[in-house]
T-cell receptor
Framework: RKEVEQDPGPFNVPEGATVAFNCTYSNSASQSFFWYRQDCRKEPKLLMSVYSSGNEDGRFTAQLNRASQYISLLIRDSKLSDSATYLCVVTGNNDMRFGAGTRLTVKP | GAGVSQSPSNKVTEKGKDVELRCDPISGHTALYWYRQSLGQGLEFLIYFQGNSAPDKSGLPSDRFSAERTGGSVSTLTIQRTQQEDSAVYLC??????????????FGDGTRLSIL
Protein backbone atom coordinates (compact mmCIF):
# COMPACT_ATOMS: atom_id res chain seq x y z
CA ARG A 1 0.00 0.00 0.00
CA LYS A 2 1.29 3.45 -0.90
CA GLU A 3 1.91 5.83 1.97
CA VAL A 4 -0.10 8.58 0.34
CA GLU A 5 -2.95 7.78 -2.04
CA GLN A 6 -4.97 10.03 -4.29
CA ASP A 7 -7.60 9.51 -6.94
CA PRO A 8 -5.62 10.14 -10.14
CA GLY A 9 -8.65 11.57 -11.94
CA PRO A 10 -8.86 13.17 -14.37
CA PHE A 11 -11.52 15.50 -13.10
CA ASN A 12 -13.08 17.46 -15.96
CA VAL A 13 -15.29 20.28 -14.74
CA PRO A 14 -16.86 23.39 -16.26
CA GLU A 15 -15.80 26.86 -15.24
CA GLY A 16 -17.49 27.95 -12.05
CA ALA A 17 -17.89 24.43 -10.71
CA THR A 18 -16.90 23.30 -7.25
CA VAL A 19 -14.56 20.36 -7.14
CA ALA A 20 -13.10 18.38 -4.23
CA PHE A 21 -10.08 16.11 -3.99
CA ASN A 22 -9.34 13.64 -1.24
CA CYS A 23 -6.08 12.12 -0.14
CA THR A 24 -5.48 9.33 2.36
CA TYR A 25 -2.27 8.58 4.22
CA SER A 26 -1.14 5.46 6.02
CA ASN A 27 1.23 6.78 8.69
CA SER A 28 -0.78 7.85 11.72
CA ALA A 29 2.30 9.65 13.07
CA SER A 30 2.32 12.08 10.15
CA GLN A 31 2.69 15.61 11.36
CA SER A 32 2.29 18.15 8.59
CA PHE A 33 0.22 18.27 5.46
CA PHE A 34 0.29 20.31 2.28
CA TRP A 35 -1.28 20.62 -1.12
CA TYR A 36 1.02 21.33 -4.04
CA ARG A 37 0.05 22.28 -7.56
CA GLN A 38 1.95 21.08 -10.60
CA ASP A 39 1.43 22.49 -14.06
CA CYS A 40 2.24 20.40 -17.11
CA ARG A 41 6.00 19.90 -17.49
CA LYS A 42 6.72 22.17 -14.52
CA GLU A 43 7.97 21.55 -11.02
CA PRO A 44 5.47 21.32 -8.12
CA LYS A 45 4.71 24.53 -6.27
CA LEU A 46 3.24 24.89 -2.80
CA LEU A 47 -0.46 25.75 -2.92
CA MET A 48 -1.32 25.74 0.76
CA SER A 49 -0.64 24.11 4.08
CA VAL A 50 -3.37 22.08 5.76
CA TYR A 51 -4.14 22.80 9.40
CA SER A 52 -6.06 20.64 11.85
CA SER A 53 -8.86 23.15 12.16
CA GLY A 54 -9.17 23.51 8.41
CA ASN A 55 -8.11 26.58 6.51
CA GLU A 56 -9.18 28.68 3.60
CA ASP A 57 -7.27 30.72 1.06
CA GLY A 58 -9.59 32.52 -1.30
CA ARG A 59 -11.43 29.92 -3.36
CA PHE A 60 -9.42 27.06 -1.84
CA THR A 61 -10.34 25.24 1.36
CA ALA A 62 -8.22 22.51 2.90
CA GLN A 63 -9.31 20.15 5.65
CA LEU A 64 -7.64 17.46 7.71
CA ASN A 65 -9.26 14.47 9.39
CA ARG A 66 -6.64 12.82 11.57
CA ALA A 67 -8.98 10.11 12.86
CA SER A 68 -9.69 8.89 9.33
CA GLN A 69 -6.26 9.88 8.04
CA TYR A 70 -7.34 11.91 5.07
CA ILE A 71 -7.03 15.43 3.84
CA SER A 72 -9.14 17.25 1.31
CA LEU A 73 -8.95 20.21 -1.01
CA LEU A 74 -12.03 22.06 -2.16
CA ILE A 75 -11.91 24.51 -5.06
CA ARG A 76 -14.90 26.80 -5.49
CA ASP A 77 -15.80 28.80 -8.59
CA SER A 78 -13.13 27.01 -10.58
CA LYS A 79 -11.19 28.95 -13.21
CA LEU A 80 -9.54 27.80 -16.41
CA SER A 81 -6.22 28.61 -14.75
CA ASP A 82 -6.91 26.04 -12.02
CA SER A 83 -6.22 23.29 -14.55
CA ALA A 84 -3.25 21.41 -13.14
CA THR A 85 -2.31 18.35 -11.13
CA TYR A 86 -2.83 18.66 -7.39
CA LEU A 87 -0.42 16.76 -5.18
CA CYS A 88 -1.12 15.81 -1.60
CA VAL A 89 1.95 15.89 0.65
CA VAL A 90 2.41 14.36 4.08
CA THR A 91 5.40 14.77 6.38
CA GLY A 92 6.64 12.81 9.37
CA ASN A 93 9.70 13.10 11.55
CA ASN A 94 12.16 12.33 8.84
CA ASP A 95 10.52 12.47 5.49
CA MET A 96 8.01 14.03 3.20
CA ARG A 97 5.88 11.90 0.90
CA PHE A 98 3.95 12.97 -2.17
CA GLY A 99 0.82 11.44 -3.57
CA ALA A 100 0.79 10.69 -7.27
CA GLY A 101 -1.50 13.66 -7.89
CA THR A 102 -5.02 14.32 -9.12
CA ARG A 103 -5.37 15.88 -12.53
CA LEU A 104 -7.94 18.66 -12.92
CA THR A 105 -9.09 20.15 -16.20
CA VAL A 106 -11.44 23.13 -16.09
CA LYS A 107 -13.27 23.70 -19.35
CA PRO A 108 -15.00 26.81 -20.68
CA GLY B 1 17.43 34.90 -3.76
CA ALA B 2 18.85 31.83 -5.48
CA GLY B 3 16.59 28.83 -5.61
CA VAL B 4 17.39 25.15 -6.04
CA SER B 5 19.65 24.74 -9.04
CA GLN B 6 19.86 21.56 -11.10
CA SER B 7 22.16 20.66 -13.95
CA PRO B 8 22.10 19.75 -16.68
CA SER B 9 18.60 20.86 -17.59
CA ASN B 10 18.49 18.27 -20.34
CA LYS B 11 20.51 15.13 -20.88
CA VAL B 12 20.32 12.71 -23.79
CA THR B 13 22.47 9.62 -23.63
CA GLU B 14 22.73 6.13 -25.05
CA LYS B 15 21.52 3.07 -23.23
CA GLY B 16 24.24 1.57 -21.07
CA LYS B 17 26.04 4.83 -20.35
CA ASP B 18 26.42 6.30 -16.87
CA VAL B 19 24.95 9.72 -16.06
CA GLU B 20 25.43 12.19 -13.22
CA LEU B 21 22.81 14.72 -12.24
CA ARG B 22 23.64 17.60 -9.97
CA CYS B 23 21.57 19.49 -7.42
CA ASP B 24 22.61 22.65 -5.62
CA PRO B 25 20.10 23.31 -2.81
CA ILE B 26 19.17 26.61 -1.28
CA SER B 27 21.92 27.73 1.06
CA GLY B 28 21.26 26.66 4.63
CA HIS B 29 18.69 24.01 3.75
CA THR B 30 19.55 20.82 5.59
CA ALA B 31 17.07 18.51 3.90
CA LEU B 32 17.48 17.45 0.27
CA TYR B 33 15.28 15.13 -1.76
CA TRP B 34 15.54 13.49 -5.15
CA TYR B 35 12.38 12.51 -7.04
CA ARG B 36 11.68 11.05 -10.44
CA GLN B 37 8.70 11.87 -12.58
CA SER B 38 7.98 9.82 -15.66
CA LEU B 39 5.77 11.16 -18.43
CA GLY B 40 2.24 11.59 -17.14
CA GLN B 41 3.09 10.10 -13.74
CA GLY B 42 3.28 11.48 -10.23
CA LEU B 43 6.40 12.10 -8.23
CA GLU B 44 8.36 9.01 -7.24
CA PHE B 45 10.52 9.45 -4.16
CA LEU B 46 14.11 8.28 -4.67
CA ILE B 47 16.35 9.36 -1.81
CA TYR B 48 16.45 11.83 1.07
CA PHE B 49 19.35 13.50 2.90
CA GLN B 50 18.94 15.24 6.24
CA GLY B 51 22.00 16.92 7.71
CA ASN B 52 24.67 14.42 8.68
CA SER B 53 22.27 11.52 9.15
CA ALA B 54 22.43 8.42 7.01
CA PRO B 55 20.37 8.99 3.87
CA ASP B 56 17.01 7.33 3.36
CA LYS B 57 17.58 5.30 0.20
CA SER B 58 14.33 3.39 0.35
CA GLY B 59 13.05 4.84 -2.93
CA LEU B 60 15.98 3.97 -5.16
CA PRO B 61 14.59 1.58 -7.81
CA SER B 62 17.73 -0.50 -8.29
CA ASP B 63 21.39 -0.73 -7.35
CA ARG B 64 22.22 1.16 -10.54
CA PHE B 65 21.06 4.31 -8.73
CA SER B 66 23.15 6.05 -6.09
CA ALA B 67 23.43 9.52 -4.65
CA GLU B 68 25.85 11.51 -2.59
CA ARG B 69 25.70 14.78 -0.78
CA THR B 70 29.07 16.33 -0.11
CA GLY B 71 29.58 18.74 2.74
CA GLY B 72 25.89 18.85 3.43
CA SER B 73 25.27 20.93 0.34
CA VAL B 74 25.57 19.84 -3.30
CA SER B 75 24.15 16.45 -4.21
CA THR B 76 24.87 14.18 -7.16
CA LEU B 77 22.52 11.46 -8.38
CA THR B 78 24.31 8.81 -10.43
CA ILE B 79 22.64 6.29 -12.68
CA GLN B 80 24.88 3.52 -13.97
CA ARG B 81 24.29 1.45 -17.09
CA THR B 82 21.22 3.49 -18.00
CA GLN B 83 18.11 1.78 -19.36
CA GLN B 84 15.32 3.26 -21.44
CA GLU B 85 12.93 3.08 -18.49
CA ASP B 86 15.21 5.52 -16.68
CA SER B 87 13.98 8.27 -19.01
CA ALA B 88 12.17 10.78 -16.82
CA VAL B 89 12.44 14.19 -15.23
CA TYR B 90 14.60 14.06 -12.14
CA LEU B 91 13.61 16.67 -9.59
CA CYS B 92 15.58 17.85 -6.59
CA UNK B 93 14.03 19.68 -3.67
CA UNK B 94 15.37 21.17 -0.45
CA UNK B 95 13.85 22.45 2.73
CA UNK B 96 15.19 24.08 5.89
CA UNK B 97 14.21 21.04 7.96
CA UNK B 98 11.66 18.28 8.09
CA UNK B 99 9.43 16.80 10.72
CA UNK B 100 7.80 18.89 13.38
CA UNK B 101 8.04 22.21 11.63
CA UNK B 102 6.94 20.60 8.39
CA UNK B 103 8.70 23.02 6.14
CA UNK B 104 7.51 22.84 2.53
CA UNK B 105 9.98 21.92 -0.14
CA UNK B 106 11.49 24.14 -2.78
CA PHE B 107 11.98 22.44 -6.10
CA GLY B 108 14.54 22.88 -8.83
CA ASP B 109 13.53 22.98 -12.47
CA GLY B 110 14.54 19.35 -12.95
CA THR B 111 16.78 17.46 -15.33
CA ARG B 112 15.04 15.86 -18.31
CA LEU B 113 16.85 12.61 -18.96
CA SER B 114 16.31 10.77 -22.22
CA ILE B 115 17.83 7.36 -22.83
CA LEU B 116 18.09 6.39 -26.48
Amino acid sequence: RKEVEQDPGPFNVPEGATVAFNCTYSNSASQSFFWYRQDCRKEPKLLMSVYSSGNEDGRFTAQLNRASQYISLLIRDSKLSDSATYLCVVTGNNDMRFGAGTRLTVKP
Amino acid sequence: GAGVSQSPSNKVTEKGKDVELRCDPISGHTALYWYRQSLGQGLEFLIYFQGNSAPDKSGLPSDRFSAERTGGSVSTLTIQRTQQEDSAVYLCASSPQTGGAGQPQHFGDGTRLSIL
